[in-house]
C-alpha cells in the first residue's frame, strides 16, 4: 500500500487475486502533482468536491505495458451529470477546480504519457487568458516524433471555460493520438486580435472521438491544421465529430461587445478520414472572415508542410443554421505548395438561414476556388433568405463535381463563375462534366441550367415543407436519383431545438 501525503490511499480488491487499483484521494489544496507522479494503472484519483488545486499539472509518461487507465475525477455521483450525459455549468459548484498560476496550462501531458482519464473536473482559465487550459501532447519541435506522442487519453464530462472578461485563446490543444473527448462543456473561448478555438490540433496523428460537447469559440470552434506539423509528414487522420453544439453566443455581437476575432464554426486545413455528423451548429457572421460557416481549406500554413491535405471527408446528418454563408472549399493553398482538397462529401444536411443582409458576407451556399477534386453535394435542405447565390466559383476547375437531389434557392446569381454567366456558361467553364440533376433550384430559370432539374417559386418550396420535412402529397417525394425524397432526410438530422445529442428530427 502507497502512501503521498497529503493523499489518503484506499487498495481495493477484486475478491481473492491481483488488486485492481488504488483510490488515492487528495484532499482541496493538497499535491495533485504527487499524485499524479505516483499513480499506477488502474488508479483513481479522487478530487474533493468543489476543492481548487493550483497548478500547472502534468500527466505523466509510466513505464511498462500494464495498460489499464489511470482516472482523475471529482468524488461522488450526486449532482453530477451522468456517464453518456453531457456536463452544463451549473454542476460547477460540486467540481474539482484545476487553476493554472500563469499562462501555462492547467493539465497537460509528458511527451509519451498514456491511458490517462480526466473525468468531471472544471478547469479554469490561465491568467489573463493566455495560451492553452488544457494541452495534449506537444505543439512544438519537440514533439518531432511519433514516440513522443501522448496517446490513449479520455476527456469526459469536464468544464472547461476561459473568463467571461477577458476571454482564452484556446480550450483544448488536441496534439496527442487515440483521444476521445465527450460530454464537455467548453465556453468563452473568446480572443482579441487573434484565433481562438475550442478544441485545435496540428502536430498529433489522429483517432479521435469528439463527442457529444457543447463548444464555443470566437475563432474556430474546432479546427485541424493551422499549424505546421513538427512530425513529418504528419496528416492528422481518423476523426470523428458527432453529436456536439457548436455556439457563437449572440452576445458577441452586440453594440458595445468586445471586438472577440470571429471566424468560423468548423475549419479543417490539415486532415484525412473525418465524419462529421449530427452535430448542431448555429452563428458565424462576417468579421474577421467573411461569414461561411463550414471551411474545408487546406494550408501549408507557415511553408513547412508541402504535405497537408484535406481529403476524405464526410459531412452528414448536420443542422447548421443562421450564417452569413456555408461552405467554403479550397483545393490548394494558393500562398505555399500542397495537396489537392478531394473527397468531400456533402450530404443529408439542413442550412437554416443563409442571410447576407443578417449576418453579412455573400450569402453564398458552397464557394469553389482553386481546384478542389471529387466533390459531392446530394441531398441537402438549404434554406436561404438574402442570398448572393447557390455555388460561387472563385477560380479553378473543379473535376468530379456531383450536385443531386439537393432543395435551394437559386438566389442572385445560382451556379455563377468568375467572368462567365449564371447556369451553363459558368459550369461548362469551371465544372466541367459536373453532374447536376434533380436538384430544386427555386427561383431560377431552367434555360440557363441543365435538364433534370427545378424550378418552382420560393413561395412553392415553402408549400412543399413542414419543417425541413416534405408533406406528404410533395411531388418530390421519392423524386430523387436514388428513389429518396429530394432534400436532406429529416430523420439524420438533429431537431432544431436540440442541444442533447441524438436529438434527432423524427
Same mark, same amino acid.
Given at each position: #500500500?502507497?502512501?503521498?501525503?497529503?493523499?489518503?490511499?484506499?487498495?481495493?480488491?477484486?475478491?481473492?487475486?491481483?488488486?485492481?487499483?488504488?483510490?488515492?484521494?487528495?484532499?482541496?489544496? &493538497? $499535491?495533485?502533482?504527487?499524485?499524479?507522479?505516483?499513480?499506477?494503472?488502474?488508479?483513481?484519483?479522487?478530487?474533493?468536491?468543489?476543492? /481548487?488545486?493550483?497548478?500547472?499539472?502534468?500527466?505523466?509518461?509510466?513505464?511498462?505495458?500494464?495498460?489499464?487507465?489511470?482516472?482523475?475525477?471529482?468524488?461522488? $455521483?450526486?449532482?453530477?451529470?451522468?456517464?453518456?450525459? +453531457?456536463?452544463?455549468?451549473?454542476?460547477?459548484?460540486?467540481?474539482?477546480?484545476?487553476?493554472?498560476?500563469?499562462?501555462?496550462?492547467?493539465?497537460?501531458?509528458?511527451?509519451?504519457? +498514456?491511458?490517462?482519464?480526466?473525468?468531471?473536473?472544471?478547469?479554469?482559465?490561465?491568467?489573463?487568458?493566455?495560451?492553452?487550459?488544457?494541452?495534449?501532447?506537444?505543439? %512544438?519541435? =519537440?514533439?518531432?516524433?511519433?514516440?513522443?506522442?501522448? %496517446?490513449?487519453?479520455?476527456?469526459?464530462?469536464?468544464?472547461?471555460?476561459?473568463?467571461?472578461?477577458?476571454?482564452?485563446?484556446?480550450?483544448?490543444?488536441?496534439? /496527442?493520438? /487515440?483521444?476521445?473527448?465527450?460530454?464537455?462543456?467548453? %465556453?468563452?473561448?473568446?480572443?482579441?486580435?487573434?484565433?481562438?478555438?475550442?478544441? =485545435?490540433?496540428?502536430?498529433?496523428? &489522429?483517432?479521435?472521438?469528439?463527442?457529444?460537447?457543447?463548444?464555443?469559440?470566437?475563432?474556430?470552434?474546432?479546427?485541424?491544421?493551422?499549424?505546421?506539423?513538427?512530425?513529418?509528414?504528419?496528416?492528422?487522420?481518423?476523426?470523428?465529430?458527432?453529436?456536439?453544439?457548436?455556439?457563437?453566443?449572440?452576445?458577441?455581437?452586440?453594440?458595445?461587445?468586445?471586438?472577440?476575432?470571429?471566424?468560423?464554426?468548423?475549419?479543417?486545413?490539415? !486532415?484525412?478520414?473525418?465524419?462529421?455528423?449530427?452535430?448542431?451548429?448555429?452563428?458565424?457572421?462576417?468579421?474577421?472572415?467573411?461569414?461561411?460557416?463550414?471551411?474545408?481549406?487546406?494550408?501549408?500554413?507557415?511553408?513547412?508542410?508541402?504535405?497537408?491535405?484535406?481529403?476524405?471527408?464526410?459531412?452528414?446528418?448536420?443542422?447548421?443554421?443562421? #450564417?452569413?454563408?456555408?461552405?467554403?472549399?479550397?483545393?490548394?493553398?494558393?500562398?505555399?505548395?500542397?495537396?489537392?482538397?478531394? +473527397?468531400?462529401?456533402?450530404?443529408?444536411?439542413?442550412?437554416? &438561414?443563409?442571410?447576407? !443582409?443578417?449576418? &453579412?458576407?455573400?450569402?453564398?451556399?458552397?464557394?469553389?476556388?482553386?481546384?478542389?477534386?471529387?466533390?459531392? @453535394?446530394?441531398?441537402?435542405?438549404?434554406?436561404?433568405?438574402?442570398?448572393?447565390?447557390?455555388?460561387?466559383? =472563385?477560380?479553378?476547375?473543379?473535376?468530379?463535381?456531383?450536385?443531386?437531389?439537393?432543395? =435551394?434557392?437559386?438566389?442572385?446569381?445560382?451556379?455563377?463563375? +468568375?467572368?462567365?454567366?449564371?447556369?451553363?456558361?459558368?459550369? !461548362?467553364?469551371?465544372?466541367?462534366?459536373?453532374?447536376?440533376?434533380?436538384?430544386?433550384?427555386?427561383?431560377?430559370?431552367?434555360?440557363?441550367?441543365?435538364?433534370?432539374?427545378?424550378?418552382? %417559386? @420560393?413561395?412553392?418550396?415553402?408549400?412543399?415543407?413542414?419543417?425541413?420535412?416534405?408533406?406528404?402529397?410533395?411531388?418530390?417525394?421519392?423524386?430523387?436519383?436514388?428513389?429518396?425524397?429530394?432534400?436532406?432526410?429529416?430523420?439524420?438530422?438533429?431537431?432544431?431545438?436540440?442541444? !442533447?445529442?441524438?436529438?434527432?428530427?423524427?
Amino acid at each position: #500500500m502507497r502512501f503521498v501525503m497529503p493523499m489518503v490511499v484506499v487498495l481495493a480488491l477484486a475478491g481473492i487475486g491481483d488488486p485492481v487499483g488504488s483510490t488515492i484521494r487528495v484532499p482541496s489544496g &493538497g $499535491d495533485l502533482q504527487a499524485a499524479l507522479n505516483n499513480a499506477r494503472p488502474g488508479d483513481t484519483i479522487l478530487l474533493a468536491r468543489d476543492g /481548487s488545486y493550483l497548478g500547472s499539472f502534468v500527466l505523466p509518461a509510466r513505464r511498462g505495458d500494464d495498460d489499464r487507465v489511470i482516472t482523475v475525477r471529482t468524488e461522488g $455521483d450526486a449532482d453530477l451529470p451522468r456517464e453518456g450525459e +453531457r456536463m452544463t455549468p451549473s454542476a460547477a459548484e460540486h467540481l474539482a477546480k484545476l487553476r493554472s498560476p500563469n499562462g501555462s496550462p492547467a493539465l497537460q501531458t509528458a511527451p509519451g504519457a +498514456r491511458g490517462w482519464r480526466i473525468a468531471l473536473v472544471e478547469i479554469q482559465a490561465t491568467r489573463d487568458g493566455a495560451g492553452t487550459i488544457v494541452a495534449l501532447g506537444d505543439a %512544438s519541435s =519537440a514533439q518531432h516524433s511519433l514516440e513522443r506522442v501522448p %496517446s490513449h487519453l479520455a476527456l469526459d464530462r469536464l468544464y472547461i471555460h476561459g473568463d467571461p472578461e477577458r476571454g482564452q485563446r484556446r480550450g483544448i490543444a488536441l496534439n /496527442s493520438s /487515440s483521444t476521445a473527448i465527450t460530454g464537455c462543456y467548453i %465556453s468563452d473561448i473568446k480572443a482579441i486580435g487573434v484565433d481562438s478555438q475550442a478544441i =485545435a490540433g496540428w502536430n498529433g496523428p &489522429g483517432d479521435y472521438t469528439i463527442q457529444n460537447n457543447y463548444l464555443e469559440a470566437a475563432g474556430e470552434n474546432i479546427m485541424f491544421g493551422g499549424g505546421d506539423p513538427a512530425i513529418p509528414d504528419l496528416v492528422p487522420t481518423k476523426i470523428v465529430v458527432r453529436d456536439n453544439l457548436l455556439s457563437k453566443p449572440l452576445a458577441w455581437r452586440e453594440p458595445g461587445a468586445p471586438k472577440w476575432q470571429i471566424k468560423n464554426l468548423f475549419e479543417l486545413k490539415n !486532415a484525412r478520414g473525418v465524419i462529421v455528423e449530427h452535430n448542431v451548429m448555429e452563428r458565424s457572421w462576417q468579421q474577421a472572415q467573411t461569414g461561411y460557416a463550414v471551411l474545408f481549406t487546406v494550408r501549408n500554413q507557415d511553408g513547412g508542410c508541402p504535405w497537408c491535405q484535406v481529403e476524405e471527408v464526410q459531412f452528414r446528418g448536420n443542422l447548421v443554421r443562421d #450564417m452569413a454563408a456555408g461552405i467554403q472549399l479550397l483545393g490548394s493553398d494558393p500562398n505555399h505548395s500542397s495537396r489537392q482538397t478531394n +473527397r468531400i462529401v456533402i450530404r443529408d444536411n439542413v442550412f437554416d &438561414g443563409i442571410d447576407k !443582409a443578417a449576418w &453579412g458576407g455573400d450569402g453564398y451556399f458552397l464557394l469553389l476556388s482553386d481546384a478542389p477534386r471529387d466533390i459531392t @453535394v446530394d441531398h441537402n435542405t438549404i434554406v436561404q433568405r438574402a442570398s448572393g447565390g447557390l455555388v460561387k466559383i =472563385a477560380h479553378g476547375v473543379t473535376s468530379g463535381f456531383t450536385m443531386t437531389n439537393n432543395i =435551394a434557392s437559386h438566389g442572385e446569381y445560382g451556379i455563377i463563375g +468568375r467572368d462567365r454567366g449564371i447556369g451553363n456558361d459558368s459550369i !461548362a467553364a469551371y465544372l466541367p462534366g459536373a453532374t447536376i440533376t434533380r436538384n430544386v433550384i427555386a427561383g431560377g430559370k431552367a434555360s440557363a441550367y441543365p435538364s433534370g432539374n427545378l424550378f418552382p %417559386s @420560393v413561395d412553392d418550396v415553402r408549400k412543399q415543407l413542414a419543417g425541413y420535412r416534405l408533406v406528404a402529397s410533395s411531388p418530390w417525394r421519392r423524386a430523387g436519383t436514388d428513389g429518396r425524397d429530394l432534400g436532406a432526410n429529416p430523420d439524420l438530422v438533429p431537431h432544431p431545438g436540440a442541444t !442533447a445529442p441524438s436529438t434527432l428530427l423524427r
